[in-house]
C-alpha cells in the first residue's frame, strides 16, 4: 500500500501569513494526487487535482505542486475562511490519504 | 453540481450490520464510480472502496474485504454501502464520494452519516 505523510499535522498562522503544507508520498505516485479541505461536521471539499489543477471556483491563493513522492499546497493570504484541516489523497494505486493538517488561528 | 445525499444516522450494537444509502439528487445517474470513505471521531479519512454503478462490480480495500458489500439500484439512482459484524471501532462517518468524469479523484461528496456503535 501507498502511504501519505503530511507535515506539519498543526500549523498555527495568522490572517495574511503564507502557508505551505507538504504531503510525501512511499513509492512515486506521478501526479495522481489530490488536496481537499475540511471544516468540522462537514464533508472535504476538493481543493486542487492532478497535484496542480485548481478545481473550478477555488480561490487562486491556493496552489499545489510537485510530483513523484514530494508535492506541496501553498495558500498564500491566509483568510479567515482558510482555517480548517487540510488532506493529500494519492490516486496512483486505489487510494491513500494523509493523516491531515489542522490550520489553526495563531 | 449533483447532490449526492446520503441516509440518516444510525445506532447499532456490537456484531450488527448497518447499510448508508447514497443518492444523487435529481434521480440524476451519471455513471461515475462511488467510493466509500469513512472517519473515525477526530480523526483523518480512510478509503473503504469503489463501486461501478454501470455493472455493479465493486472493489474493496484489503483491510474490509468479507465484511463490506457496495450494491446499487439504478432505477431510483441509489448506492449502498453495508458494513457487517460491526464493534465500536466502525464508529465513524461515512462518505460516499463520486470521481470527478474520466478521473480518479473525488469531485462531489454526500453529506456524511454518522454511525454509532454501541452496547
Known amino acids: 500500500d501507498i502511504q501519505m505523510t503530511q507535515s506539519p499535522s498543526t500549523l498555527s498562522a495568522s490572517v495574511g501569513d503564507r502557508v505551505i503544507i507538504t504531503c510525501r508520498a512511499s513509492?512515486?505516485?506521478?501526479?495522481?494526487l489530490a488536496w481537499y479541505q475540511q471544516k468540522p461536521g462537514i464533508a472535504p471539499k476538493l481543493l486542487i487535482y492532478?497535484?496542480?489543477i485548481l478545481e473550478s471556483g477555488v480561490p487562486s491563493r491556493f496552489s499545489g505542486s510537485g510530483s513523484g513522492t514530494e508535492f506541496t499546497l501553498t495558500i498564500t493570504s491566509l483568510q479567515p475562511d482558510d482555517f480548517a484541516t487540510y488532506y493529500c489523497?494519492?490516486?496512483?494505486?486505489?487510494?491513500?490519504f494523509g493523516q491531515g493538517t489542522k490550520v489553526e488561528i495563531k | 453540481q449533483v447532490q449526492l445525499v446520503q441516509s440518516g444516522a444510525e445506532v447499532k450494537k456490537p456484531g450488527a450490520s448497518v447499510k448508508v444509502s447514497c443518492k444523487a439528487s435529481?434521480?440524476?445517474?451519471?455513471?461515475?464510480?462511488i467510493h466509500w470513505v469513512r472517519q473515525a471521531p477526530g480523526q483523518g479519512l480512510e478509503w473503504m472502496g469503489w463501486?461501478?454503478?454501470?455493472?455493479?462490480?465493486?472493489n474493496y480495500a484489503q483491510k474490509f474485504q468479507g465484511r463490506v458489500t457496495m450494491t446499487r439500484d439504478t432505477s431510483i439512482s441509489t448506492e449502498y454501502m453495508e458494513l457487517n459484524w460491526l464493534t465500536s471501532d466502525d464508529t465513524a462517518v461515512y462518505y460516499c464520494?463520486?470521481?470527478?468524469?474520466?478521473?480518479?479523484?473525488?469531485?462531489?461528496w454526500g453529506q456524511g452519516t454518522l454511525v454509532t456503535v454501541s452496547s
Open positions: 492532478k497535484a496542480s
Open positions: 489523497q494519492q490516486y496512483d494505486t486505489y487510494w491513500t
Open positions: 513509492q512515486s505516485i506521478s501526479s495522481w
Open positions: 435529481g434521480n440524476t445517474f451519471s455513471g461515475r464510480y
Open positions: 464520494a463520486r470521481v470527478a468524469l474520466g478521473l480518479s479523484h473525488f469531485d462531489d
Open positions: 463501486l461501478n454503478p454501470n455493472t455493479g462490480g465493486a
